[in-house]
């Protein structure tokens, strides 16, 4: 944004103009056969339960939380996409790595 931009307008519009002209960043696609993905078992911090962690994943959130959605699903359990990894309740590997395996990508740990 440059010196004398207008950022919001009075004509009863209510339009926050800043916000209309932000550009939705682009990823770069992911390939699944390309792609490794590591998982891990975390308790630490969780109060003694156990969580599936799928970590250091590529940069593309749109995609990996639809993947988050279709792993919730199924394992039968909860789980988040947050912080650039992939949250699963349970110790839930085993179904995780047949699962992701199934969709093509290679996986560590």
Request: proline share 4%; hydrophobic share 30%.
């Amino acid at each position: 944004m440059s010196k004398g931009d207008i950022i919001y307008s009075s004509d009863g519009s209510g339009v926050n103009l800043v916000k209309k002209n932000k550009k939705k960043p682009v990823y770069q696609d992911i390939v699944p056969a390309q792609t490794t993905l590591k998982l891990r078992i975390e308790k630490k911090g969780r109060g003694g339960k156990s969580v599936t962690v799928i970590f250091e994943l590529p940069e593309n959130p749109d995609y990996f939380k639809k993947l988050a959605k279709k792993l919730k699903s199924h394992c039968g359990t909860g789980g988040s996409f947050k912080e650039g990894q992939i949250e699963i309740q349970g110790d839930q590997r085993e179904k995780i790595r047949a699962f992701l395996i199934k969709e093509g990508f290679t996986i560590k740990g």
